[in-house]
C-alpha cells in the first residue's frame, strides 16, 4: 500500500504508518523512490531490483535506519496503560525520533548554523470536512492540538538541543525528516 491509502482513514495513527511506509523506501533506495507513487504498485520494487537499476538509480538514506515510533500515550485499556507506565512510557512524548545530531561543520565561519541533538515529530491529524459516506476532504492543515504535557516537552527538547516538528499530514512530516537529513549532510 502507497503512504497516501495508510493516511486515507485520517486518523494520527493512519499519518504515522504512512510516513514509516515512506521511511520504509527512503532508506532503501531514495527520497526520489519513496516520493514517487508508483514505487508503491504491487511488485514495482521488485521490478526495480531485478531489473539492476538499483546500483545505478537508488540513492539509500542510512540515516533513516533508526528513526522510530515512541508508544507515548493513546487510548489503552487500564491494564496495558499500567503495565506502559511502569515500563517507562511517558505522557506528552512526541511521537517519533530520529537520532541524528546535526553540527556546526569544523572548519566554518558561520556562527548561524543551529546545532541539534536530533529530531522529534510529532503527528496529528489535519481538519478534514465530510465529503459523502466515509470519505473527507483535508481542510486545515491545523488539525489536533498539543497535549499541555506535549506542550511541556517540545519547550523542555528544544531548550536542552532537539530540533522538533509538530505535522498535520505524513507528507509534511516527510518533508521535515528530509530536510532535516539533507541540512546534516550538507553540514558536514
Known amino acids: 500500500m502507497s503512504p497516501e491509502q495508510l493516511a486515507s482513514v485520517n ?3 493512519s499519518h504515522q504508518r504512512a510516513l514509516f511506509a515512506w521511511c520504509n523506501i527512503a532508506e532503501r533506495f531514495g527520497f526520489d523512490l519513496a ?4 514505487t508503491y504498485e504491487t511488485g514495482a520494487l521488485a521490478q526495480f531490483v531485478e531489473g ?3 546500483a545505478h538509480m537508488a540513492m539509500p538514506v542510512p540515516e533513516l535506519k533508526w528513526f522510530h ?4 500515550g493513546g487510548p489503552r485499556d487500564a491494564i496495558t496503560a499500567g503495565k506502559l507506565k511502569v515500563e517507562g512510557v511517558k505522557k506528552g512524548v512526541l511521537d517519533c525520533f530520529l537520532p541524528l545530531p546535526m553540527e556546526e561543520p569544523k572548519n566554518s565561519n558561520f556562527a548561524t548554523l543551529t546545532t ?5 515529530i510529532e503527528l496529528k491529524r489535519p481538519k478534514t470536512e465530510k465529503e459523502g459516506v466515509r470519505k473527507a476532504r483535508i481542510i486545515d492543515q491545523q488539525g489536533g492540538t498539543l497535549s499541555p504535557e506535549q506542550t511541556e516537552f517540545v519547550a523542555y527538547a528544544r531548550g536542552v538541543g532537539y530540533a522538533v516538528s509538530v505535522c498535520y499530514h ?6 521535515d525528516l528530509q530536510s532535516y537529513i539533507e541540512a546534516v549532510r550538507n553540514s558536514r
Not at 515510533?69 to 507515548?72: K, V
Not at 505524513?170 to 518533508?175: F, G, K, P
Open 170 to 175: 505524513w507528507r509534511s512530516a516527510a518533508d
Open 116 to 120: 541539534y541533538c536530533g529530531l522529534y
Open 52 to 54: 539492476g537499476c538499483n
Open 11 to 13: 486518523a494520527e495513527h
Open 69 to 72: 515510533a515512541i508508544p507515548n
Open 35 to 38: 516520493w514517487d507513487e508508483r
